[in-house]
């Protein structure tokens, strides 16, 4: 009986268990689905999700809930307290291993990056992104990911890669069924190749067109037609100026069922008259010219565009031979121009007149006060300027003296890279003397015993001789590996690749799988000899320590250049380990050198989750 009220508590709770991840689940969706329009639903929403799971208990979910809460505040442009999440969310997820919240995570701090104008660091964000995503693919993610890297190539000059990534943006957000992005991509693409292709520009174009037509956004759809008005619109073509107005005739259509008409009618009679200043109609282009001036003064009307109007109607009536009208528009143009002027001008006359008036009350101030107080100043000048010089003295003593100590610090730390590069240097020597004696003195021995051995051999027919003799070959190919290892030489016939692909060969021969990918696939072919070198001993002894230590099955290794940066990331599947509590040799050594080429080490590692390495350098 009390097994099965036991069986029947246990099954209970599962299924109670269940329906609250699934309740989660769908405050997740609903989140997704209002933070880019409601901030106040949004935050229901955190608050909801975070409340449910702290009765469930769950970290991997408590990562994704404090994601919700970065994406909140970084919609609100509260950055400090979205780094305050990320910081708790990157911890959790980490721990737990999802992966899922890495790449979002990664995606955010990169975008945050970005925006600061911090482009090297948000690229290295993003290759984290994409590092995580290719463990566990998501279509929408990877079309996030892409719109990001776009944006970055393009505020970079350049435009192709730029193009290249929203294409993979459309292509992603189709299969993912994502028509936001999707509609997105397809605007920035033609905006982007609008000046060089309007044809294909247009394309783009007509693909967010009908988008906007299946979500029945109009007012995206009025300022897609819009857009394709104005990339038609052109003087010296009047098949293409034809179609800029079919387009014109579109947006006005979208524009009776718009709020707001003053401003888009502005916008929308402007181009009709450019349209028909194009077909040299003046009278049309003077109407409608004229319509849009009407709705000059509507809110949100920049001042430049203003001044176009005003500028448009002179020379219109220019061309009509109306003189008088076009200096009317002239003056007007003048006018507005002036006022911006003069209003500039009075801000500054208003700033000069109240320092003038604080100035002329300070003087009579200063004046009344000098009459009583003239003596006390003579007696007290000379004290002032003795005093002055003695603090201008300490002064000079104290920054010589800051300055020495400085120069101090910077020689001694010279001295200490100095010293490191020299005991490397005793190290290389060391070791490719050890490489010549083993291979000259004990491989040279080994190979003579085996001659004789051999020679013996054909005579005696022994099967124990034969065993023998393969034993000494397979230890001939050991010390064959181990001078190789040890030799210099050797690191100088090979590219940083071939080198990396060495070593996966030991770690596979070792029971372990290694991936090696380089992205592009000439990073690193300009380093140095001793940079490569130093490398070279570095992953050397990061892949040794996870043969001995980790327990690991898998090795994945990426090295990424982008420009001048360099990021290489290194991450297995093994055991992991307490950060706290490690300060050994090889670690000791691989910090010396990533000294010499002032690289930056970052090691992530919990018990049980495994241990990333990522070392990021310039070159």
């Known amino acids: 009986m009390k097994k099965t009220l036991l069986t029947l508590l246990i099954t209970f709770n599962c299924v109670f268990g269940q329906k609250k991840i699934e309740k989660l689940d769908k405050m997740f969706e609903k989140f997704s689905a209002v933070i880019n329009k409601d901030s106040d639903s949004a935050y229901y929403y955190c608050k909801q999700a975070y409340k449910l799971n702290n009765k469930i208990g769950n970290d991997y979910y408590a990562s994704r809930c404090l994601i919700l809460y970065a994406s909140y505040y970084y919609n609100l442009g509260n950055n400090s307290k979205c780094r305050k999440y990320i910081d708790q969310a990157l911890i959790l997820a980490k721990k737990t291993g999802n992966i899922i919240a890495l790449y979002r995570i990664y995606n955010l701090k990169g975008i945050m990056f970005f925006e600061a104008g911090e482009y090297d660091k948000a690229f290295n964000e993003y290759q984290k992104a994409l590092f995580y995503l290719k463990k566990k693919p998501d279509n929408k993610y990877y079309g996030i990911l892409h719109y990001s890297f776009g944006n970055l190539f393009l505020i970079k000059g350049d435009t192709i890669s730029g193009i290249k990534n929203y294409k993979l943006t459309s292509k992603y957000s189709i299969l993912a069924k994502d028509t936001a992005r999707i509609l997105s991509s397809y605007i920035l693409i033609a905006n982007a190749i609008q000046s060089k292709d309007h044809q294909k520009a247009n394309d783009y174009y007509e693909k967010a067109y009908r988008l906007a037509q299946l979500t029945k956004d109009r007012q995206e759809q009025f300022d897609i037609r819009f857009n394709q008005s104005n990339n038609f619109l052109d003087p010296n073509n009047q098949s293409r100026n034809e179609k800029a107005l079919s387009y014109l005739k579109a947006a006005e259509k979208l524009l009776k069922q718009l709020d707001g008409k003053d401003l888009y009618n502005f916008y929308l009679y402007f181009n009709y008259g450019a349209y028909y200043m194009n077909k040299n ?94 003596q006390k100043v003579r007696k007290t000048k000379l004290y002032f300027i003795l005093g002055l010089l003695v603090i201008l003295l300490l002064l000079g003593f104290f920054l010589y003296k800051n300055k020495l100590k400085s120069q101090q610090k910077l020689n001694k730390k010279q001295l200490e890279l100095n010293k490191t590069r020299d005991i490397l240097e005793g190290q290389n020597k060391e070791r490719n003397r050890l490489a010549k004696e083993l291979h000259d003195s004990v491989a040279g021995s080994l190979a003579g015993i085996n001659f004789m051995l051999d020679k013996e051999n054909d005579v005696l027919q022994n099967d124990n001789l034969s065993v023998i003799q393969r034993h000494i070959n397979t230890l001939h190919e050991e010390i064959r590996e181990i001078t190789h290892d040890l030799s210099n030489h050797f690191l100088m016939e090979k590219t ?124």
């Open 281 to 374: 109609d003046f009278q049309n282009a003077i109407k409608h010219y004229e319509l849009a001036y009407k709705a000059y003064d509507a809110e949100r009307i920049p001042i430049d565009q203003k001044l176009n109007i005003l500028k448009s109607l002179v020379n219109v009536y220019k061309k009509d031979n109306n003189f008088q009208k076009s200096y009317e528009y002239q003056s007007l143009f003048y006018k507005l121009k002036d006022s911006l002027f003069t209003i500039e001008k009075e801000k500054n006359y208003n700033h000069l007149l109240a320092k003038y008036e604080v100035g002329k009350k300070n003087n009579q101030i200063q004046l009344l006060s000098k009459e009583n107080e003239l």
């Open 496 to 619: 940083f690749y071939q080198l990396m692909q060495h070593l996966a060969k030991r770690n596979r021969e070792n029971g372990i799988l290694t991936d090696i990918l380089f992205f592009p696939e000439n990073a690193l072919t300009r380093i140095n000899e001793e940079t490569k070198n130093h490398l070279y001993r570095i992953i050397q002894e990061l892949f040794t320590n996870i043969r001995k230590h980790a327990n690991a099955t898998r090795v994945q290794m990426s090295v990424t250049q982008h420009e001048n940066s360099i990021c290489i990331m290194i991450e297995d599947n093994g055991q992991g380990f307490d950060k706290n509590k490690t300060g050994g040799i090889g670690l000791k050594n691989i910090k010396e050198r990533l000294k010499i080429f002032k690289a930056h080490l970052e090691i992530d590692s919990f018990p049980n989750n495994g241990t990333t390495v990522t070392i990021t350098f310039r070159i």
